[in-house]
């Protein structure tokens, strides 16, 4: 079947160090793969994604995500974490016929 | 551009009630989607449309959810009758194309008594 696995509910880093947020998937073909941030109350923000080229692709707010097809994951990180980026993050892939589906989403806890 | 607007942002009803939740998409997007997200299930895409055309219901739960989008600028989904089960926050989203990433409402939470 196909999926996103987001296998971590929460990730907590101090502000300033480096965070990974991990996403791996199991689709047929070649993915569109995107990552979405979600504050409380709001609906979901994108951030970037990845449909071909450069396995790095680099985002909003300092977010970077890497492709690696072997593994197939597509692991969400920045440099220096911020306490604002305290939120709730997903991976999403794209399917043939256009379906997207989600990971369950993984928490993100920076402090100060 | 306003973004994705959803009304009502807030909807309290009854059990056997019947709920309509709306969506403006953003001006010439082409895609619209309707999600359900809640604390066990997480992020459920719903149903979705191309140009108006419903592409892909199968997740939408029962008979008692519909969905229409009458035109370009307006799509609605409704619950008839509502339960408890039903109560989440609905998301509506639209894209420009299919390969592109897609904007969200801000959401309609729903509680269903």
């Known amino acids: 079947a196909q999926s996103v696995a987001q296998p971590e509910d929460q990730v907590n880093v101090a502000e300033g160090n480096p965070l990974t947020v991990k996403c791996t998937y199991s689709?047929?073909?070649?993915?569109?793969l995107f990552w979405y941030v979600q504050y409380p109350n709001r609906g979901l923000q994108f951030l970037l994604k990845?449909?071909?080229?450069?396995?790095l692709v680099k985002g909003s707010y300092g977010f970077e995500a890497e492709f690696n097809k072997s593994q197939t994951s597509f692991h969400l990180k920045k440099p220096s974490a911020l306490v604002s980026d305290s939120a709730l993050y997903f991976c999403a892939v794209r399917l043939r016929g256009f379906k997207t589906i989600f990971g369950a989403g993984t928490r993100l806890f920076v402090k100060a | 551009d306003a973004g994705v607007i959803q009304s009502p942002r807030h909807e309290v009803t009854e059990m056997g009630q019947e709920v309509t939740l709306r969506c403006k998409p953003i001006?010439?997007?082409?895609?619209l989607f309707w999600y359900r997200q809640t604390m066990m299930r997480g992020l459920e895409l719903l149903i979705y449309?191309?140009?108006?055309?419903?592409?892909?219901d199968s997740g939408m739960p029962e008979d008692r959810f519909s969905a229409k989008m009458p035109n370009a600028s307006f799509s609605t989904l409704k619950i008839q009758p509502s339960e408890p089960r039903d109560s989440a926050v609905y998301f509506c989203?639209?894209?420009?194309?299919?390969?592109?990433?897609?904007?969200f409402g801000p959401g309609t939470r729903l509680t269903v008594l």
């Open positions: 001006s010439g997007h082409d895609y």
């Open positions: 989203a639209s894209s420009l194309t299919a390969n592109n990433e897609q904007f």
């Open positions: 990845y449909i071909t080229g450069d396995n």
């Open positions: 689709v047929s073909g070649n993915p569109y």
């Open positions: 449309f191309n140009n108006n055309v419903p592409i892909d």
